[in-house]
């Protein structure tokens, strides 16, 4: 036991499950559906051994030596020339953009920078357990925005502002944050016409977006519908991205931008949580993305994980349309299945017998911050390979159907 006091702070926070199943995804003969783990063959791994060797022999001073807050000007350079180039997204400067240790250290950030304990923010349900812990830490004041096949329900998302306005605290209301590609969990895309309603909101209740888009570039079908960021501007929304799904994970970045003001407060932020991010990885990825066009890059990663994500819905298909009361989303992108079973089923308690039978998923109770989602779980297909995937759905048919059994639900 602790001699130490621990604070309020450290008394909320809570282990992820996902770190935790993590741990067993290397045990013999479990099939892990759990984590977004990239599949490894998707590493440009010798492009990067190349890269790596050069930058600490040729650029050591820097690559090897402490860095700016905001992150490597190069690397801050040459990711602002590919939103212009591929996006279009134009006007912005190093002052608008910062790089930190993967997607999660900037929502650690945005929590700090934006929330007190009485803050209001808005989150999807299901949520990003990632954005749910960095932000319920600081504020016990989340309101839940009910996902749909296109995203959050803006119509009742506008009619609890208006009840907030009536209640008199709509000023304590300090963002909405959305996943709007192929969402985690759900992997639902928030449609062209709800991401202008949300901006003209928040033009109206005076709120902040956090856009989290790690997900967009993995695009299987469909036209790409335009960033949030892009349709309105930078003093309205704040824009995070990641290499950690098209680039690789352990090089742990993440890219922050938004308004300048924003981002001196985060940069602040982040001084005192880490001073600065890897130099050596921003380095070897600035000269990654300036030597190579990124979008050939992913072309066969986009390939790959369409072929599994088709591979998935066709074996769910298989072993769970006899089932009534199973539905499960179909996403056009990114790398999670939403699956949800009927009422009645607790899917973290299912947990365990998963396990005897060798598959694992990440129940639905996790992307929620006061246990809701109950029935439903999260599959992702992105690591197993292909025969892996068969199995493991097969086993989890076998699971569903025992537990079902000895609870009294089928």
């Known amino acids: 036991m602790s001699n130490f006091k621990f604070s309020t702070l450290a008394m909320k926070m809570k282990s992820s499950i996902i770190r935790e199943l993590l741990k067993s995804t290397n045990l013999p003969n479990v099939i892990s559906f759990g984590g977004g783990v990239p599949d490894p063959g998707t590493f440009p791994r010798e492009i990067l051994a190349k890269i790596a060797s050069e930058v600490i022999s040729d650029e050591y001073q820097v690559s090897l030596q402490y860095g700016q807050t905001e992150g490597d000007p190069l690397l801050r350079e040459a990711y602002l020339d590919m939103m212009k180039n591929g996006e279009g997204i134009s006007g912005l400067t190093l002052d608008n953009i910062m790089i930190t240790v993967g997607s999660q250290s900037a929502l650690d950030l945005v929590s700090k920078v934006l929330l007190d304990s009485d803050s209001i ?19 016990d004041h989340h309101e839940y925005m009910e996902l749909t096949e296109t995203g959050i329900d803006t119509d009742a998302l506008e009619k609890r502002l208006v009840e907030l306005k009536d209640e008199g605290v709509i000023h304590k209301v300090k963002f909405v944050y959305v996943v709007p590609n192929f969402h985690n969990p759900a992997g639902v895309t928030l449609s ?3 991401r202008e309603k949300l901006l003209e909101l928040a033009e109206e209740y005076d709120f902040g977006i956090i856009e989290d888009d ?42 922050v931008i938004g308004n300048e003001r924003l981002l001196q407060k985060l940069t602040l932020a982040k001084q005192s949580a880490d001073l600065c991010s890897p130099t050596l990885t921003q380095r070897i990825a600035a000269r ?40 499960w989303t179909k996403p056009t992108g990114g790398l999670f299945v939403w699956l949800t079973l009927p009422e009645g089923f607790d899917t973290l308690e299912m947990m365990d017998l998963a396990k005897e039978k060798g598959v694992l998923f990440i129940p639905g109770e996790s992307f929620s911050i006061d246990g809701c ?17 068969i199995e493991g759905v097969r086993r989890l048919r076998e699971t569903v159907q025992e537990y079902g059994k000895r609870r009294g639900l089928l």
Do not use: Q, W
Not at 298 to 315: F, R
């Open 121 to 139: 923010y808005f989150i999807s349900k299901p949520a990003y357990l990632g954005a749910a812990s960095a932000f319920s830490v600081r504020s």
């Open 192 to 194: 062209l016409e709800k």
């Open 214 to 255: 790690p997900y967009g570039d993995l695009r299987f079908e469909g036209e790409p519908i335009e960033p949030i960021f892009k349709l309105g501007d930078k003093e309205r929304v704040l824009l995070l991205r990641t290499f950690s799904k098209i680039l690789s994970p352990g090089m742990r970045l993440g890219f």
């Open 288 to 327: 990654f993305i300036m030597k190579h066009d990124f979008s050939d890059h992913l072309k066969p990663t986009i390939a790959l994980y369409k072929e599994k994500k088709d591979l998935m819905l066709s074996e769910l298909k298989k072993r769970f349309a006899d089932l009534p009361g199973v539905s």
């Open 373 to 389: 989602c109950n029935s439903s779980m999260r599959l992702s297909f992105c690591l197993p390979p292909h025969d892996k995937i």
